[in-house]
């Protein structure tokens, strides 16, 4: 049913978007996106499958995710092109494809089906982020050739293009490999993560959101199928690479947005470790509250400002507005792992995890890491306490999403057994 709401509405509005006003269209894309939100929540639990299409619990909490976070990006945005609602619609069409297959070729055309309007939202400002945009747009065809090339010597040492088809020798090794430095890039884990920061920077502040949040969440989805039957080992040295460079290059940033860039790269890295020990409820748990602590803390970057926000920029946001300067706040706490935020379970569930599997040295180095970042964090949270003018006209709408969120980050933190059930990702 989601497929066929996806499907409907994407062709419907790309008929109507010259024809209608864009205050219209804008609604219009959001009931498309609320519509599939709520197909998916209404054949929760249910699994379906049609040829290489398949609905299951993977599909269903990665796309609600993706969904989220869709549905976030266009609330915050204000373009006067309807263009701009058309491509989100497009991009969270191609999330959820790649959530929802097992087929290689399949996943590769989502993935291009969820890049192309990302490399083009990159650059909407024009004149802003056009060298970035172009790194992401090469660097993003290089990934899909990897990954095409995996999906060839996949179905060479297997006999077929299903993901999670089990192999052996060095051609199925490689072939693995291959596939997952396609996945890495989208989800940045290092090294392959060198667009992250640049991207995250000239990008508008709305459209980093979307990245940060749903695009993550789309590819993690399509990196379980395939590194689920058995992480390959090499997975291992990404999650140690992406834990060390995220962390300790945040400690240098003084730009918001760059921060929080290489603060995701750092995240990737323990998201990969949940898939490396095979927990996909951690995993999906930890997805969540890394959804909606960054999405807060995008939402509140968008308030002061769509384009570059240094972190004196932030002084006194508390002062000027309480309510954006605490969720900020809130957001970065979380982020951090702190009680009695959400973010502290996504961790305590990955790192308790690892520990169960015996994955010593990456725990200590995930361990270690993470009291590495409170300092960035924590200079990011208590930045919006300080004397400054911070700029800020906040719609009341976006105070009102702030709030949710931050209760949400609150109570999932008091209450995580509430979800965690809803979360066993099948």
């Given at each position: ?70 549905l976030w990006t266009l609330g ?59 790194k992401y747009f090469l660097l ?287």
């Amino acid at each position: 049913m989601t497929l066929l709401v996806f499907t409907l509405f994407s062709v419907a509005l790309t008929l109507l978007g010259f024809f209608v006003p864009v205050a219209l269209f804008k609604r219009l894309t959001i009931l498309g996106l609320s519509l599939a939100l709520l197909s998916l929540l209404f054949t929760w639990g249910k699994p379906f499958a049609f040829g290489p299409y398949q609905v299951d619990g993977v599909s269903q909490v990665f796309t609600l995710l993706a969904l989220l976070g869709a549905l976030w990006t266009l609330g915050l945005v204000r373009s006067r092109r309807f263009e701009f609602y058309l491509l989100v619609l497009y991009a969270a069409f191609g999330m959820h494809l790649l959530a929802s297959t097992k087929n290689l070729i399949l996943l590769l055309v989502a993935l291009e089906a969820l890049s192309l309007p990302l490399y083009a939202l990159a650059t909407w400002r024009r004149g802003q982020g056009l060298e970035a945009a172009l790194k992401y747009f090469l660097l993003g065809a290089l990934a899909a050739a990897f990954f095409l090339y995996g999906a060839a010597l996949h179905y060479g040492a297997t006999g077929s293009f299903l993901a999670g088809t089990p192999g052996k020798g060095p051609l199925y090794a490689l072939a693995l490999g291959l596939l997952l430095v396609g996945l890495g890039f989208k989800v940045a884990l290092a090294p392959f993560h060198f667009w992250t920061p640049d991207v995250y920077q000239g990008s508008p502040t709305p459209v980093v959101l979307f990245m940060a949040t749903s695009v993550k969440a789309a590819a993690f989805a399509a990196l379980l199928r395939v590194a689920a039957p058995g992480a390959p080992d090499a997975l291992a040295f990404l999650i140690a690479l992406s834990v060390v460079v995220g962390n300790l290059a945040a400690l240098a940033q003084k730009e918001t947005k760059r921060l929080l860039a290489y603060s995701s790269i750092a995240h990737a890295g323990y998201m990969a470790l949940a898939l490396y020990t095979g927990n996909a409820q951690a995993l999906g748990f930890y997805l969540l509250t890394y959804v909606l602590a960054t999405g807060l803390a995008f939402a509140v970057l968008s308030e002061v400002s769509p384009d570059r926000v240094p972190l004196e920029a932030l002084r006194g946001l508390f002062h000027r507005d309480p309510l954006l300067g605490l969720a900020l706040f809130l957001a970065a706490l979380s982020l951090l792992g702190l009680p009695p935020l959400a973010g502290f379970w996504g961790k305590y569930l990955v790192f308790a995890e690892a520990a169960r599997a015996g994955k010593w040295g990456l725990l200590v180095l995930a361990l270690v890491t993470s009291a590495i970042s409170a300092y960035y964090y924590l200079a990011l949270g208590l930045s919006v306490f300080g004397r400054g003018e911070a700029g800020v006209a906040p719609r009341p709408l976006a105070r009102g999403v702030a709030l949710l969120v931050a209760l949400a980050l609150l109570l999932l933190g008091l209450l995580p057994g509430s979800v965690l059930p809803a979360l066993a990702a099948g």
